[in-house]
Structures are given as C-alpha cells and as structure tokens.
C-alpha cells in the first residue's frame, strides 16, 4: 500500500485549533486527607504490654510522647533532617585539620527531645525504678515513629552505661553525663558538658562480623594507651565519646576514646569521609583514622569482646523494638490511606483483598511489639538479680533482633504497596520507613550472626534454653497447630546434623513460637488465632495477604490502627 502523503513539512500533525480555555483541569479528588497530629502511643499492644511487663507507672509519659510524635512539628524536623544531610569538615580555610560535622537543627531538635525524654539514657540508669527498661523501650517505639535516624545515637548512649560498669570509677565520672536529661552538642571537653552522647568505633575494613581480625593497636603508655588504625564505620562521629576495640600487648580489648581532650584540644580522630548510605540519611555514619589518639582502658586487657558485648546486647534489644516501631507507623499510614481511598466503587479497607493484607500486618506488628517489650522486661528482671531472666534475655534479645528485624523490611515494603503510587513518592513518608529498614538487621549483628549466636547460646548455656522452653509451655493451648510446631521445633533443637547450616531456621521457628505464645497468653482471640494459623498451621503464605479462611480477618482488623 502506498502511504497517504502528508500536506506540509515531515512531523507537522493535522491537530484542531484549540477550543476556548474552560477553566482549571487540576481537581484534587480522592486523596487521602494528611495523616497529622495523631498519637502514635495509642496502641492497644503497646499499652497493655507496657502494664503487663511492669512499666504502667510511664503511661501517662508515653502518650505525651506519642501525641509529640506523631505532631505536624516532629514530621517537619523528620523530613528536614533527612533532607539536609549532615555535611563533614575535615579542615578550616588554613588547612587544619577541624573533623566536624554539621548537622541541621531539625536533628539537634529530635536528638533534645529524645534525651530530654530519657531515652538515651536517663529513664534506666537514672533513679532506678523497676520496669525502666519496659518505659524506655515503650517510649523509643514510639518516639522511632516521628523520625528513625537519630536514635542511632541515642541507643549507643543508653547502652554505653551496661559496658562502663565494669570499671567503677570511669562509671563514677561519667555516669553523671551519660545520664543525663541534657543534650548538649557544644563542642566542649566533657568536663565542660551538662550531658554527653555515646558512640561504637568498632567495624574495620577487614571486619565487621569477627571483630577478632581487628587490626587497630593500643600501645600503653603513662595513664592510658595510645591507639593507631583505621574504624571503617562509626556512626555519629560528634558523639563525645567513643567506645572502641584495639589490640593490647594482652589482646583485643576496650577502650574509651573522647572525641575533645580535657584542655579542649582535639584527640587525633580523623573523620575521613561520611559514607553515602541507603537511608538513615539525617544520621552521619563516618570512616575514621586513629592516628595515635588517646585513649583509656575499659574492663579487663584481653577481655575486649566480652565488655562490649555488653553494650551490644541493648543495642540489639533496641533493633528490635526500633523495628517494631517503624512497622507500627508503616501499618498505620497503610490503614488511615486504605480508609480513605476509594477504588472501584469502595474504600480500599473493605475491599476483601485488601482486608485481608491489612490483617496479615497487623498480625506481625502486634507479635512485633508483644516480644520487644517482654524481652525488655526480662532485661529489667536480670538488672534486678533475676538469673533465669538474665539467661531468657540474653538468647530471646538474639532470636528478636534476627526475626523482627528481618520481618520489618517486607512488612514495610507491603505496607507502602497499600498506599499504591503515593508510597513510592517521599511526601508519604514510607520511602523513608522503608530505607531504614534493612539497616536495624545489619548493625549490631548481621541476620546470619544473630542466629549464630542464638545456636551458641541454647548450646551453651543450659538455663536459656530452659527459659525459652518454659515460655513455649507457658501457652497453655490445646490447639494441635500450636503442639505440633513446638514438637517440631523440640526435633529440630535435638538433631546435632549441620546445625549451623540451619540456624536461621531454627530462629525463625523459635521466634514464631515464642510470639504465639505471647499472642495466645496477652491477646487471646482472633489475633492469635490468626497467628497460629497464618505463621505456624498452612493459613498463611510467602506473601502478606496470602491467607486461608482460617485466619479471622474481622476480628483481627479491631487492632488496625485508628480501629476504634
Ligand atoms: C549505616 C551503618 C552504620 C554503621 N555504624 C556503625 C558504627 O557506628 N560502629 C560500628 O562499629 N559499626 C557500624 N556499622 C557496621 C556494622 O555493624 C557492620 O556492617 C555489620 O556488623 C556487618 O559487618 P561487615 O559489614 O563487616 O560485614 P561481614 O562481617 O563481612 O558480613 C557480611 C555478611 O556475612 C554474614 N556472616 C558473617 N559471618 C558469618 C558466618 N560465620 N556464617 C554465615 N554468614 C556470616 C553476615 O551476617 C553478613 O550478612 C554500621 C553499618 C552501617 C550500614
């Protein structure tokens, strides 16, 4: 066929003239309205886990905190300080070395409320009150809600305090200031400070798992050592202090590093570059040189691994209820848009489908929040002497760290499919849930050495096996799904054959036990119900959503956020 030949030049289209202009085409319909100004603490699981593990004396802290939260003022400073990422400063216009920092203020506003609040420190090591690690890991869920970056330091900070108190007089100087209600960032030497923050200086190039391949030195010298080598990451690098590992002529030990000596001089940390991450973008995570920096010995010379792990252990407990938390705020951003957004011809909350991955969340975040607070609890029974607490924490803190962490990254990446377009675009607020994610599995133990660790702990130490199989019986159920998981798990525990090989499994299994016996005792009905038959019976599938009708949908949805 012969082509029809256009009048004119190639590429002019025949077009009608335009009609007369009828107006504005831009009509804002069936968006969600902003989720402001809610009050992030109130959540059922929560509240009740925060009573039942000791801590009701915080609730009224608690909903002050999640009212601040979840304000039009907190989301601003969210955005803002990821937005306006921290900027390093090696040198001054002459050429001296400076290493500094700067952070927007939207950070140093979100770093004042979370000291300010306690949760660095002040709320468990201050005045002793029982239940305080409960308060505090209640009050970090929800405060994580507002923004997730800045709780990196905030954590090392609460941490710090359980690897300082193997030696009494360094706790005597500095217990004063990192428990305290006062964030001050100036640069000062700490005996300047109303309060100061804490950081970890431990990964190296060659290793970030098996910190036995850590290369940097400590040479003793008159009233400390001197330490030379290179931390390939170290998160807020303006903390005040640094907790890090050297090698001693005795072995890989701890030391205390400040980042200002006590005439107001820099120590010689030197901030190589700032690494460019995924997300966690308001927190700077810095490379940095010890190029003979002072600093002091903490704990026994050789003994390294051991003092630091104490700090670990709360680190990871907060992994864990940091991502808990940040799947609370996925969960309800994903239940306020699906309740506002019509889609052929209803809201997407009732759509069956949609109902039925709204349910499958919830049941995740409820067993999310039920262990992070009874493994808080259990830390607050093994600080007041209680040895089979101490052992239930030590392997459940693993077991938690490896699973909820690990669940977090889908359960987000679910939640903003709920919003559709909106929650790929940085206005709703997931993106940013989401980028933050992945990192509470890598840090502190990556998934692989969490359950590792969990093997090594349930091998080694007969009591937190005891514990943990205690709290599988302390469920009491008849349900036959319930039995026949637990003896499966019991077979898997028994057999010796490549057990390394199969430790994430035997987590996931002990971790999926351990929150339907939580569910089953703490919040009997249809939430676990629905978690027996979805997570440990053929209920549920790979994919949240993928449900039979065994799983309770109605009654489960009560628990959405905003429910009642
Ligand atoms: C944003 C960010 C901030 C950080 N901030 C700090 C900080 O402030 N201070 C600090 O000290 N570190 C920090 N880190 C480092 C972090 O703790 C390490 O990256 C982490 O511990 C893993 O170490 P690695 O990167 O050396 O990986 P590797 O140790 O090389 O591990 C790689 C992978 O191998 C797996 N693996 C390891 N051993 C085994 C095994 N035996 N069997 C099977 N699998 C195994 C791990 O689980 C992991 O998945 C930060 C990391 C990030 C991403």
Known sequence: MTPTVPDGPAGQLRLPPLPTDPGATHRVENQVPPLVAWNVADDPALLAGLRREGAGWYAEDLQRLGLLAGSEQVQRWAVQAEEHVPVLHTHDGNGHRIDHVDHHPAWHALMRVAVGEGLAGALTWGPQRSGSHVARAAGLLAWVQGEAGHICPITMTYAAMAALRVDPQLTAQLAPLLTS?????????????????????????????????????????????????????????????????????????????????????????????????????????????????????????????????????????????GSAG??????????????????????????????????DLTLDSEAATALSLRVAGAVDRAEGGDERERAFARVATAIGKYWVCKRSVAFIGEALECLGGNGYVEDSGMPRLFRESPLYGIWEGSGNVNALDVLRVVAREPLALETISDELRAAGTESATYRAALRGLEGELADPGQAEGRARRVTERLALLLQASLLLRHVPGPVADGFLAARLGDGGGLSYGAIDGTVPVTGILQRLPGAG
């Open 181 to 321: 209600r006062s964030y001050d960032p100036a640069p000062l030497p700490m005996t300047a400070k109303r309060g100061v923050i804490a950081g970890m200086s431990m990964t190296e190039k060659q290793g970030g798992s098996d910190l036995r391949m850590t290369t940097t030195t400590a040479r003793p010298v008159e009233d400390g050592h001197v330490l030379r080598g290179h931390k390939w990451f170290t998160s807020a690098p303006m903390s005040d202090i640094f907790f890090t590992l050297a090698q001693a002529p005795g072995g890989l030990s701890c030391f205390l590093l400040p980042r200002l000596l006590p005439d107001g001089t820099r120590n010689r940390l030197r901030f190589q570059r700032l690494k460019h991450k995924l997300g966690n973008h308001s927190n700077a995570s810095g490379e940095i040189e010890y190029a003979d920096a002072v600093g002091v010995l903490l704990g026994e010379e050789g003994r390294g691994l051991h003092t630091i792990l104490q700090m670990v252990a709360l680190t990871r407990l907060d992994c864990m209820v």
């Open 326 to 359: 940040l799947m609370r705020a996925a969960l309800t951003q994903a239940a306020h848009h699906t309740r506002h957004r019509r889609a052929f011809g209803a809201p997407l909350a009732d759509k069956p489908l949609m109902r039925a991955v709204l349910a």
